[in-house]
C-alpha cells in the first residue's frame, strides 16, 4: 500500500522524528490531499502534530471552493488549518515577475509565517515522482549543471517531501481508493506555462515514442546526480577548510596558490561555494562570470578585479583571493 512505501521513504531518508510538528502545504488537489491523509494516518505511528497551510491565489474562480474543502477536510480530521488569501497576479504585476514565481514567493513566505506561528520544525510539501522528472527535464533544457539534475530535493533543511517517489497515477488511484474527492486545478492542462507543456505534451510523446519509464529513468538520474552533488559538497567544504585565510560576515579570503593547484571542476564549485558563503546566493553568476574568475586567478595579476554580479567583488592580492560583498565595497 502507498501508505507503507511513504513510511519506508521516511524512514529511509530520516524526514520525520519522534515529536516533529509538521506544516503540511495543502491546495486541494490530488497531491496535497494524498500527503495529508498518508501522515494523518501515520500520526500516531510516528507521533508527531501536524498543521496545515492552504495559499488561496485568488486567480481562478474555483478557488473559494478549493478553500473551503481543505477547510472543511481539516475540520473533520481535526487538523489545524491556516488560510491566506493573496492577489498573486497583482503582485506578479508590481513585482514585474511571472505568476508562477509570484505564487512561489507567497506560498513560501506563508510556510514560514506559520511555521514560525505554531513552532513547526518541518515543512511537508507534495511534490511526486512526475514534478521530479519535469523539473529534471526542465533543467537540462535550459542547459543545467549536474546540480540541476538532482531535480527536487527530498530533504532540504526543514523541507520534506515523503510522496515524492510516489508517481501521480499512484497517487490519484490512492484517492480514488480512500474516496477523497481532490480538487482539480483546470489550468495545469493549460499549455501557457514551461511545466504544463513539459507535462502535458513532452513527457507523454517521450512515454510514447521512446521509453514508456521515462518518469522513472528520470527519478534514478536525479537520485544519482544527488548523490554525485552530495560527494562533491564534502569535497568542496574540505578545500574551503583549507584554502581559507580569513572569513567574517563581509569577505573572504583564500589561499590563491593552493587554490591554483586545485582541479578545475572543483576550483569552479569552490568559487560558487565561496560566493554563497558571502552572498548567501549564487544568483546571477553564470557560466562566463566563473571562467572570467579563473582566468583572473591562474594569471594573477595584480590590482584586476571583477565585480559578477554587482553584488560581490572579487580580486587578487599578495597570493591571496578577495571575496567581498557589495555593502563593503570601496
Same mark, same amino acid.
Given at each position: ?83 491566506? $488569501? ?118 507523454? $510523446?517521450?512515454?510514447?515514442? $521512446? ?61 560558487? $561555494? ?57
Amino acid at each position: 500500500m502507498l501508505q507503507e512505501r511513504v513510511l519506508k521513504t521516511i524512514e529511509k531518508n530520516n524526514l520525520i522524528q519522534e515529536n516533529d510538528k509538521i506544516l503540511i502545504g495543502v491546495s486541494g488537489g490530488p497531491d496535497s490531499m494524498c500527503l495529508l491523509d498518508i501522515l494523518y494516518c501515520l500520526k500516531e505511528k510516528l507521533h508527531v502534530e501536524l498543521f496545515v497551510a492552504h495559499i488561496n491565489h485568488q486567480i481562478r474562480k474555483e478557488a473559494e471552493e478549493e478553500t473551503k474543502y481543505v477547510q472543511e477536510f481539516c475540520k473533520t480530521i481535526q487538523v489545524p488549518c491556516f488560510v491566506k $488569501y493573496a492577489s498573486v497576479e497583482k503582485l506578479a504585476k508590481e513585482q514585474k515577475i511571472g505568476t508562477e514565481e509570484a505564487g512561489r514567493e507567497v506560498r513560501y513566505k506563508f510556510f514560514e509565517e506559520v511555521a514560525k506561528k505554531v513552532a513547526a520544525n518541518k515543512i511537508a510539501t507534495a511534490h511526486n515522482a512526475n514534478d521530479n522528472s519535469e523539473t529534471v527535464l526542465m533543467n537540462f533544457l535550459r542547459g543545467t549543471a549536474i546540480s540541476g539534475l538532482k531535480g527536487i530535493e527530498i530533504k532540504r533543511d526543514k523541507y520534506i517531501r515523503p510522496i515524492r517517489n510516489c508517481t501521480r497515477q499512484e497517487i490519484e488511484e490512492y484517492c480514488k481508493i480512500k474516496k477523497i474527492n481532490p480538487k482539480i486545478d483546470q489550468s495545469n492542462f493549460e499549455p501557457i506555462y514551461t511545466r504544463n507543456k513539459v507535462r502535458n505534451e513532452l513527457i507523454p $510523446y517521450l512515454q510514447k515514442e $521512446y521509453n514508456p519509464n521515462i518518469i522513472e529513468g528520470m527519478n534514478r538520474l536525479a537520485d544519482l546526480a544527488a548523490q554525485e552533488e552530495e560527494y562533491f559538497a564534502k569535497i568542496v567544504s574540505n578545500e574551503y577548510e583549507s584554502l581559507k585565510i580569513g572569513e567574517n560576515e563581509k569577505e573572504v579570503i583564500l589561499d590563491l596558490k593552493k587554490f591554483n593547484k586545485l582541479d578545475k571542476v572543483i576550483k569552479t564549485r569552490l568559487i560558487l $561555494y565561496t560566493i554563497n558563503k558571502v552572498k548567501g546566493s549564487t544568483q546571477g553568476i553564470a557560466k562566463v562570470h566563473l571562467e572570467d574568475i579563473l582566468k583572473l586567478c591562474q594569471n594573477n595579476v595584480g590590482n584586476k578585479y571583477l565585480i559578477p554580479n554587482k553584488n560581490i567583488k572579487i580580486f587578487i592580492q599578495k597570493g591571496k583571493i578577495f571575496f567581498i560583498t557589495k555593502t563593503n565595497l570601496p
